[in-house]
């Protein structure tokens, strides 16, 4: 198998799900704007999305990933069969209670996250939290589907997948939010409805995927959840989890605490911040993303076989395409976001103040791309060797070091928002370095050769690309070209196109040696 061609697929349809993504997130900003009902909207979205990355892209995937790829490569198919039904079957009776218990705690759950709600916007989000969180139930199930897919590298269904919740919430408003005006309804439980039904739809693509390689789970009762309760693997991942599970949480309280200062600075900061997100969502998941899928479960097995040198080498080609890709990300969303939020989002409700504090945002945001882009491969080294401890208490250091930044920017300096951006960006970075220094210190990773010619081309290459992206942000006046939609978008294709002729034609002309990257599998 090519990596790069696993990569590229999955980063692919990865760009179809953010491109829709950003189509419902433009919908969303020009209906509501930054206003207290999409604050409502946005807490409750993110309820069951924070358990969902705690849990089942979180420390679910990362306890049961590497587990799943070293029993099929020592074990065989029947064996990781076995495991995967007995996975699957604690996890939904897991899920069962869960679900019931959310929407019975959800007031609860809402003050958790944004305490500094006024009563209306608080029922609002207590409401839409009780409708969408059986969603965490969907996903976690898809999460493990997901898992079992990769190991067989079926990449296309996961990677695709999240099309599906886009599409569903983007027809939910369009359709959905006159219908509720009309009728005299709060429209933005448009949204939330919409979101529940594209859980279930990402849920049930699953099932021919997973029954075209023979692993459709066999879900049981509670006598078979007995038996898979004492099912070894069941109590290693369980036994992986707890770290991981701490490792993982840290990133989220992180992201709780920030809702929680964000609620009590203004009207709209918390929808702010997920705009600014969004665009900072697009190289973390088509670069990130991609790499993790694809490198976890190589290098599990990789790890499973004792090959310390292949190990290695699938890190280290991970590592340089993170600094290739990732550098000019962070660049544009440093010297060009204001276009690229005035492009998206402004029109509608979402005016120039919105716009401007979104800018903010993404540019710290865009500080901690790099960190946050390769914590995706150095973290999926070391759950590669079923080491969740070593994450986990870097983790913890972050979630420190990331309220210190928050209480300096804020607090001392008075910063705004946009520093709650830049304080996780900063963290991220640290978190990325710690870990792989890390895996320096213990010699699972050896660099290759010629990594500090490749930077200086890298670099080089990055100053033409910020030239001309800092010259285009100013040279053009982004808002007022909003008064004809059609040319402000070509105007930005244009721009970035020319800023990838200019970063890739100057690697080119140092000397990048494109072949080694395109051809590693």
């Not at 292949?310 to 993170?322: E, I, K, P, Q, T």
């Not at 204001?338 to 945002?361: C, I, K």
């Not at 960190?371 to 420190?400: E, F, S």
Request: overall charge positive; glycine content about 10%.
């Amino acid at each position: 198998m090519n990596l790069f061609k696993a990569v590229f697929s999955v980063s692919a349809l990865t760009l179809v799900s953010r491109i829709t993504g950003l189509v419902r997130e433009q919908i969303g900003a020009a209906y509501f704007g930054t206003s207290a009902v999409m604050d409502a909207f946005q807490i409750a979205f993110r309820i069951p999305n924070l358990l969902r990355r705690l849990f089942a892209e979180g420390a679910f995937s990362q306890a049961f990933v590497p587990l799943l790829a070293a029993t099929r490569a020592t074990e065989g198919d029947a064996a990781t069969r076995d495991l995967v039904d007995a996975v699957a079957t604690v996890l939904a009776w897991a899920l069962l209670g869960t679900c019931v218990a959310g929407v019975v705690i959800a007031p609860a759950l809402v003050w958790l996250l944004a305490s500094g709600f006024d009563a209306a916007t608080e029922d609002a989000a207590v409401r839409m939290t009780r409708w969408m969180f059986p969603y965490i139930g969907c996903m976690s199930l898809v999460a493990l589907s997901a898992g079992v897919l990769n190991t067989w590298k079926r990449f296309a269904v996961p990677a695709a997948t999240p099309v599906l919740l886009n599409l569903s919430v983007i027809a939910a408003a369009l359709l959905g939010v006159p219908l509720l005006r009309e009728h005299g309804v709060e429209p933005v439980y448009a949204l939330a409805v919409g979101t529940m039904i594209g859980g279930v739809l990402q849920l049930a693509v699953q099932v021919p995927a997973l029954r075209a390689i023979g692993m459709l789970p066999r879900l049981g009762g509670l006598a078979a959840l007995r038996a898979a309760w004492r099912h070894p693997g069941v109590r290693q991942i369980l036994a992986k989890m707890g770290p991981a599970l701490i490792g993982v949480s840290v990133a989220q309280i992180s992201l709780m605490i920030n809702s929680q200062i964000a609620s009590h600075l203004a009207v709209g900061a918390v929808s702010t911040l997920v705009y600014a997100d969004r665009l900072m969502e697009l190289p973390t998941a088509l670069l990130g993303v991609a790499l993790g899928v694809v490198l976890t479960p190589q290098l599990s097995a990789a790890r499973a076989a004792g090959d310390a040198e292949a190990y290695s080498g699938l890190l280290d080609w991970g590592l340089r395409l993170v600094v290739l890709l990732a550098l000019p990300c962070a660049l544009a969303l440093l010297v060009f976001g204001q276009p690229m939020v005035a492009v998206l989002f402004h029109r509608g409700a979402f005016d120039p103040s919105a716009v401007a504090a979104t800018t903010w945002a993404v540019a710290g945001y865009g500080a901690g791309v790099l960190g946050l882009v390769g914590l995706k491969v150095v973290a999926g080294a070391y759950y590669a060797q079923q080491d969740t401890r070593t994450p986990m208490r870097v983790a913890i250091g972050a979630l420190v070091l990331t309220q210190v930044l928050n209480a300096l920017f804020i607090g001392g300096l008075g910063w705004g928002v946009g520093a709650l951006a830049l304080s996780i960006g900063v963290a991220a970075n640290v978190n990325m370095l710690a870990l792989l220094f890390g895996l320096l210190r213990r010699g699972s990773y050896r660099p290759l050769s010629g990594w500090w010619p490749f930077l200086l081309r890298v670099l080089a290459a990055l100053l033409p690309m910020g030239w001309w992206l800092h010259w285009a942000a100013g040279a053009v006046d982004w808002l007022a070209l909003g008064a004809h939609e059609g040319r402000r978008a070509a105007t930005l294709a244009a721009v970035l196109a020319a800023a990838a002729v200019a970063y890739f034609g100057t690697a080119t002309v140092c000397g990048l040696r494109w072949r080694a990257l395109l051809r590693k599998g």
